[in-house]
């Protein structure tokens, strides 16, 4: 599995950012981040994120996770950081997955 950042994930990219101070972060195990059309992609380990609803997604990774997503996409691995996840249309102005 590559390790990757940032990384397009299907309809979502994974970017390093800081986390804003006033993001709310809950710790979440096997978190589910769902792109355009409801595509469930899953950091399969434990995270701390905001609201799977808020765009973007805020994310701290502390151990390396993998995202999956079923049978349509390769794994990738996460490595530690910070991160926003964005859907792709958001960044290129459409939903091709």
Known sequence: ??????????????????????AELKKRTNFVVRG??????????????????????????????????GETHQDAVLAPGEYAVYPLRDLRGDVED
């Open 1 to 22: 599995m590559p390790t990757v950042h940032p990384a397009r994930h299907g309809d979502l990219v994974f970017v390093r950012e800081p986390i804003p101070t006033t």
């Open 36 to 69: 355009v059309g409801s595509h469930a992609h899953t950091l399969q380990g434990t995270v701390l994120a905001t609201e799977p609803t808020t765009t973007p997604v805020r994310i701290r990774i502390q151990e390396s996770v993998t995202l999956a997503h």
